[in-house]
Nanobody, 121 residues
Framework: QVQLVESGGGLVQAGGSLRLSCAAS?????RGWFRQAPGKEREFLAA????????YYADSVKGRFTISRDNAKNTVSLQMNSLKPEDTAVYYC?????????????????WGQGTQVTVSS
C-alpha cells in the first residue's frame, strides 16, 4: 500500500503562485493531480508518466500549471502560476499502478489526504 502526502497549499492572492508537492512512500507509475471545490465533482488537472517525458493537462490549467516529478525522491510537484479565485479547491495528488495515462479518477489506485488552496480576489 502506497501512501501519498501533499504539502504546499495555502492562501494566495489572485495572480500569485503556489507549489504543491506530493511524497509517496513507495514506487508508483502514473502520477496525477486533481482538485475538488465545494459542491463540485473531482476535477482532473494534470498527469505525468513514470519517466516524466509525457504530461497531460486539463484545458482549465494548461499554460498556468506545470507538473513534474523526481523519482529519486518519489515526489511529484505541481507549480501553479497566475492563480485565479476559481482555482480555490482542495487539491489531491494521486498515483496509479499502471503506465497508461488517464484523466479518470476511478483509475487511480492511491490518493493523498488533500491540501487546501484558497485564492483571494
Amino acid at each position: 500500500q502506497v501512501q501519498l502526502v501533499e504539502s504546499g497549499g495555502g492562501l494566495v492572492q489572485a495572480g500569485g503562485s503556489l507549489r504543491l508537492s506530493c511524497a509517496a512512500s513507495g514506487r508508483t507509475f502514473l502520477r496525477g493531480w486533481f482538485r475538488q471545490a465545494p459542491g463540485k465533482e473531482r476535477e482532473f488537472l494534470a498527469a505525468i508518466s513514470w519517466s516524466g517525458g509525457s504530461t497531460y493537462y486539463a484545458d482549465s490549467v494548461k499554460g498556468r500549471f506545470t507538473i513534474s516529478r523526481d523519482n529519486a525522491k518519489n515526489t511529484v510537484s505541481l507549480q501553479m502560476n497566475s492563480l485565479k479565485p476559481e482555482d480555490t479547491a482542495v487539491y489531491y495528488c494521486a498515483a496509479r499502478n499502471d503506465v497508461v495515462l488517464t484523466t479518470n479518477a476511478l483509475q487511480y489506485n492511491y490518493w493523498g489526504q488533500g491540501t487546501q488552496v484558497t485564492v483571494s480576489s
